[in-house]
């Protein structure tokens, strides 16, 4: 009976295919019978016939489908946990086997449970076992979004094979992690591991999936790199009605008009939705996947993500192939057998007719899901009938119960390895370093950091069909970059290429978006700017042939905008300017607007100060003052000799005319509107060089962009000691070094007896005289050479002493006639002096300090020798 149950899902899985071949068959024949009749054999030539059975005699055989056999390993390679199950190990097989048997007892209908496959040694293990929990170094593995993405690029997709049928071997995580693939089962047995060292509560699922979802086809969905993160709105604060409050003025507008207006929009707006959704419907339905002949059919594993630990607010599920997280209400998935964490096995008790749409998750429920072990970490719901029974009988087994213990079977430990990722390995990401991926009508390509030259990292293109022919636009993203280069965007059909950068340049340069057509100077591009970085404050720059704008925050002055306008250069003849500040654009209009400085008084503080370079002529609009509705100007004319040097400006009244919006207050003298002229000169002047520090900063900004393109270094850690040439050349120069000095240290280890040995001809065996000898003279020639060196630092002493002592009588006899510098020199002669007399009478103390010590020292290594050691 076991058997004949076993072997049922199997055939349910087999019974659309024996239902598709009878109804191709049945096509066959009717198509078979509407054909017209082949013409009689009688009628045919004689060549016709030999056409015939020479036809006859080719046959063809179709080639017999086997199943592909499975990958072997090195059993070497793998621990003993591998190739043994442990005693407890076995139990819990046992255990398994016969929880398997009650459920296909009770439910003879249900496909079979994944509980025990064969590991890479051929060994049945549970399948709790062989997760392994592990939490590992890298910091981007912590949260669940970088794990997920770390496991869907780091491996290779093997598709199960059939389709509807549970794989017969489960690999362990730490040899999917060496060999870079895995079926949907490994995926989620390694994700999962990871995730529940993390701190997740985290469970393997088992269960059927879509087509699309089974193969990783994502050819029908949005990249996610295009999906637009919802926006969360703020909600508004009710303003407080406060007692005292002004009433607004009444509103005179027609109550029914506003309505009426109210009306037509939201017919407009639900007009409008109801095209878009025809529209979408449409679209999907045009893009709907053909009917897959195995749907509901195809087994897949997935990982569920349980909210409560790790802040998690709600349940999830993680799709282990694509790295991306869908809500349990999900259309991909079609129904769950079973989850599983290294602690139990749940079997889902639930009617999946509907997908897992509206499936509970309360693993502690066991009306919905019938869990393996008794240890169950889930709380689990009181079962009101049992509670009365429990109370009768608390009073006569109270005793009893306090002597036994409750006994019950818990996991053994999992029998995998300790999952290890070198750096190099969690670098590379993908298999060769490279992957890519298609999208609808979006193509991502990825790649291993370190990789490529230019420190690309990803690359996403969009296209405008769904061959993938038509580029739009690209995205490129980067990293360990020299010049801090993140992203750089190119809009194929505007020809606009925007580019940005982290903080760290030179010039705080944050984003740069220019024409791809045009990319040098003096044509169309905006720059926004690091303004925190800058000291003048700089927000964003926007360039064209004619103008320039410039945005600032924070500044001293109250500067926030400068606009200068260009006109077109004069033709000249000649050799053109070398320098291109002598070869600028003439300067038209400079326009700069100041925010208001309180310090000042409205009518004195400038709002708006205008350069007519063209014209000669100054205009400067102040601030409106509070109760004012307009604001006091003023305007000058240049004088004719305003740009020579040291010339006298002549002012005139007619020069200058002016607004003021309070008629009572005093005008101003001449002398005081001769010094505003003059300063407004100096900010001319301080502008217009201004202006052409601005045009040279781009100018340096594109040719640095020239050289970093051409070069495009990467910035290497100092840690990294694989890739980074600096550090070796440096550790390889360390250890050059040490080798020398060990080499010159055995240099300086000369044998002191060598000198002696030679005058007597270096004799391979000393007799008894010759060693008394070779001692007495190598003490002697030691002897010698402390005193001479004492003798050395005393005469060296006695020199300096006689020099100070005749320099302190030149300076008696010429101290009157003496200048201060020459009483300066003598001063510093002396204090050098007397320094080193000072430092040579401490080495003669030291040395007949040391001096005896250094001749016992000798005495010994004397007597220790090997050669002379017998004598003494």
């Known amino acids: 009976m076991e058997n004949e149950e076993e072997n049922k899902p199997a055939e349910n899985g087999e019974e659309p295919l024996k239902e598709e071949n009878e109804e191709e068959a049945a096509q066959k024949e009717e198509g078979e019978g509407d054909e017209e009749e082949p013409a009689n054999i009688e009628d045919l030539t004689e060549d016709a016939l030999a056409l015939k059975a020479e036809l006859a005699k080719i046959v063809v055989h179709p080639p017999a489908s086997e199943p592909a056999p499975m990958e072997e390993f090195d059993q070497s390679e793998f621990s003993p946990s591998y190739k043994d199950n442990l005693p407890k190990e076995n139990l819990v097989l046992q255990y398994a086997e016969n929880f398997r048997r009650q459920m296909v007892q009770l439910y003879r209908d249900r496909k079979p449970l994944f509980l025990n496959p064969i590991n890479e040694c051929g060994i049945e293990k549970f399948v709790c076992t062989t997760i392994r929990p592990t939490q590992l170094e890298y910091k981007e593995l912590y949260n669940w979004e970088g794990a997920a993405e770390f496991v869907a690029d780091y491996l290779n997709i093997e598709p199960l094979k059939p389709e509807y049928e549970l794989p017969k071997r489960l690999i362990s995580p730490t040899t999917v992690l060496k060999r870079q693939k895995g079926n949907c089962f490994e995926y989620s047995t390694l994700l999962c591991s990871l995730l529940i060292g993390a701190g997740y509560d985290a469970y393997v699922v088992s269960g059927y999936a879509t087509k699309e979802t089974c193969l990783a086809d994502e050819s029908r969905d949005i990249c996610p790199l295009l ?47 109801k095209r878009r959704k025809e529209e979408e419907e449409r679209i999907a339905e045009l893009e709907k996947p053909p009917p897959d002949p195995y749907y509901g059919l195809r087994i897949h594993a997935w990982v569920l993500v349980l909210s409560g630990k790790r802040e998690v607010p709600e349940n999830f599920f993680i799709e282990p192939f694509t790295g991306l997280s869908h809500s349990v209400d999900s259309a991909n998935y079609l129904g769950i057998e079973s989850v599983w964490n290294n602690i139990n096995y749940w079997v889902n008790m639930q009617d999946c007719s509907e997908g897992v749409k509206g499936l509970s998750y309360d693993l502690g429920d066991c009306t919905v899901w019938e869990y393996m072990f008794p240890n169950n970490d889930k709380p689990l719901l009181r079962i009101p009938e049992a509670e009365d029974d429990i109370l009768d009988g608390l009073d006569d087994d109270e005793d009893n119960e306090e002597n036994e213990v409750e006994k019950y079977l818990d996991m053994p430990p999992s029998w995998v390895d300790a999952l290890k990722l070198s750096l190099r390995d969690f670098q590379m990401r993908c298999p060769q370093g490279k992957k890519t991926k298609l999208y609808k009508r979006a193509k991502l390509e990825k790649f291993a950091h370190y990789l490529m030259k230019d420190g690309l990292v990803s690359k996403l293109s969009v296209f405008e069909n769904k ?80 103008e320039m704008t410039e945005e600032y925050v924070n500044r001293d002055d109250f500067l926030y905008y400068k606009h200068v306008e260009y006109g077109k250069r004069t033709k000249k003849f000649g050799p053109q300017e070398s320098s291109p500040a002598k070869n600028s654009r003439p300067i038209l209009k400079m326009v700069q607007k100041f925010h208001r400085n309180r310090n000042k008084a409205a009518n004195e503080d400038i709002a708006e100060l205008v350069f007519h370079m063209s014209e000669d002529k100054i205009q400067i609009s102040y601030h409106t003052e509070d109760p004012r509705i307009a604001s006091s100007t003023r305007e000058y004319l240049k004088p004719a000799n305003w740009d020579e040097k040291g010339a006298i400006l002549t002012f005139s009244s007619d020069m200058h005319q002016t607004f003021q919006v309070d008629p009572t207050e005093p005008h101003k003298k001449q002398v005081e509107l001769y010094q505003v002229l003059l300063m407004l000169l100096k900010a001319e002047e301080k502008c217009r060089s201004d202006v052409l520090d601005s045009e040279q900063e781009v100018r340096a900004i594109l040719d640095d962009r020239v050289k970093e393109e051409t070069a495009s270094d990467l910035d290497i850690s100092v840690y990294d000691t694989e890739r980074n040439e600096k550090a070796k050349k440096h550790r390889r120069e360390l250890e050059r070094q040490q ?134």
Not at 247 to 271: I, M, N, V
Not at 478 to 490: C, E, G, I, N, S
Not at 510 to 530: C, I, Q, V, W
């Open 227 to 273: 999906k637009k993160k919802e926006e969360i709105k703020a909600e508004e604060k009710k303003k407080e009605i406060k007692k005292y409050n002004v009433k607004p003025p009444r509103d005179l507008r027609s109550k029914f008009e506003l309505k009426q207006e109210a009306k037509r929009k939201a017919e407009k707006e639900a007009e409008e939705e």
């Open 739 to 872: 080798l020398e000095e060990k080499m010159r240290k055995q240099e300086m280890d000369i044998d002191y007896l060598a000198p002696f040995l030679a005058k007597i001809g270096n004799p391979e065996k000393l007799a008894k005289a010759q060693a008394f000898s070779l001692k007495e003279e190598c003490l002697q020639d030691l002897k010698q050479r402390l005193i001479d060196k004492a003798n050395l630092i005393q005469a060296r002493f006695e020199k300096e002493s006689q020099a100070l002592e005749e320099k302190q009588l030149w300076y008696q006899k010429n101290q009157v006639s003496m200048g201060k510098e020459d009483e300066e020199q003598y001063l510093t002669y002396c204090k050098d002096a007397i320094f080193r007399i000072h430092i040579l009478d401490q080495r003669l103390a030291r040395h007949k300090e040391q001096a005896p010590h250094k001749y016992m020292q000798l005495e010994q290594k004397l007597r220790s020798d090997e050669r002379l050691a017998e004598f003494f």
């Open 467 to 546: 061959e993938l022919t038509d580029l739009i636009m690209t995205r490129e993203y980067f990293a360990h970059r020299l010049d801090k280069l993140t992203q750089r965007v190119t809009d194929q059909r505007k020809g606009l290429v925007i580019e940005n950068f982290e903080p760290g340049r030179p010039r705080c340069l944050k984003e740069h978006t220019y024409r791809s057509s045009a990319p040098g100077p003096e044509n169309d591009r905006t720059m926004l700017f690091y303004h925190e970085a800058r000291v003048d404050g700089l927000v964003k720059r926007v360039e064209s042939p004619t």
